[in-house]
DNA sequence: GAGTTTTTTGCAACAGTATTGCATTATAAA
DNA sequence: TTTATAATGCAATACTGTTGCAAAAAACTC
């Protein structure tokens, strides 16, 4: 895991450091987006202002996107392999959970197609934001609800 | 015109207060979405910490709603009538232009309807993101090519 | 492997954004 | 008019984001 991490700064003509091999495996391992506060919990001591740069620097070369999720709180996460530092393709839908804030990439749900022309404003893009509750907390939320029942 | 935010702040059984009639009638009279600093800039003299409580109160009571525009620099705009303090009704699409930054509603474009269950996901809201070019900055760069093609 | 060049990091400094508390002021109600 | 309530202005603080520079690390060259 930790070679592909490596094998993805190379192939992006991006030096093989110390904070960059941790973040990217962060981001590797993440099963949803994560804010620059999630990674600076996710270790003991980090530089924040380093932490910017590399996200901004990842997010040029087309390693990590933006997941836009509505809260106006810049998350990323890992791009598809198909993403370029001339390209992002992540052509796919977000979901936020309002239980837990927790921000999942929806890669089976495409943003929608729109036409390119609509009142007279060119679209070059249209990205979709989904929110509601996610499962683990839908989990939760069911067992909580069994545990009140119980008690009445 | 004045009378109008007038009304809309009795209509929400907010106080009168000379703060709101500016904000609110600033708000009216916008073709696209504000951001805090944008409402600053309006006015000479206006506190700053006032403007975010106003904003917040506005939110709270269905008058104004988050333009959510995929920069995550928060934007509000006016709500149609039917929002109240207990739900928001902007159902619709917002459009950002990436040349002047502008952020307006396309209130005829409407949020795609979406299933309820999404991989074990409840998914209640859906909100679309438009990005391109408005018609405003169409014209200049038209207008822009237009003077370039006479100048070879 | 050593030396040189380039890139990245850590830190200071600063700018911009957002929230809370409290006294005062303004508005609404009686 | 007086009283009660809501809103404002200000200080203070916390959080988020950017820039510059010297030092450290990584990459390159021989």
Same mark, same amino acid.
């Given at each position: 895991?930790?070679?592909?991490?490596?094998?993805?700064?190379?192939?992006?003509?991006?030096?093989?450091?110390?904070?960059?091999?941790?973040?990217?495996?962060?981001?590797?391992?993440?099963?949803?987006?994560?804010?620059?506060?999630?990674?600076?919990?996710?270790?003991?001591?980090?530089?924040?202002?380093?932490?910017?740069?590399?996200?901004?620097?990842?997010?040029?070369?087309?390693?990590?996107? =933006?997941? +836009?999720?509505?809260?106006?709180? $810049?998350?990323? #996460? !890992?791009? &598809?392999?198909?993403?370029?530092?001339?390209?992002? @393709?992540?052509?796919?839908?977000?979901?936020?959970?309002?239980?837990?804030? =927790?921000? +999942?990439?929806?890669?089976?749900? $495409?943003?929608? #197609? !729109?036409? &390119?022309?609509?009142?007279?404003?060119?679209?070059? @893009?249209?990205?979709?934001?989904?929110?509601?509750?996610?499962?683990?907390?839908?989990?939760?939320?069911?067992?909580?609800?069994?545990?009140?029942?119980?008690? &009445?």
């Amino acid at each position: 895991m930790a070679s592909n991490s490596i094998k993805i700064l190379e192939e992006n003509g991006l030096s093989k450091t110390e904070v960059r091999k941790k973040v990217l495996n962060l981001f590797i391992d993440s099963a949803c987006a994560l804010s620059l506060s999630d990674i600076e919990a996710a270790f003991s001591k980090i530089d924040r202002i380093t932490l910017y740069r590399t996200l901004k620097t990842f997010e040029n070369k087309g390693i990590i996107h =933006k997941a +836009v999720d509505g809260t106006n709180h $810049p998350k990323y #996460a !890992i791009c &598809e392999a198909s993403c370029s530092e001339h390209k992002h @393709e992540d052509d796919h839908a977000h979901f936020h959970c309002l239980s837990c804030g =927790k921000t +999942v990439c929806f890669e089976h749900v $495409p943003n929608p #197609a !729109i036409p &390119e022309l609509l009142n007279g404003y060119v679209v070059e @893009e249209a990205t979709l934001i989904l929110s509601g509750t996610c499962k683990e907390c839908l989990v939760q939320k069911k067992s909580r609800i069994s545990i009140t029942e119980t008690l &009445e």
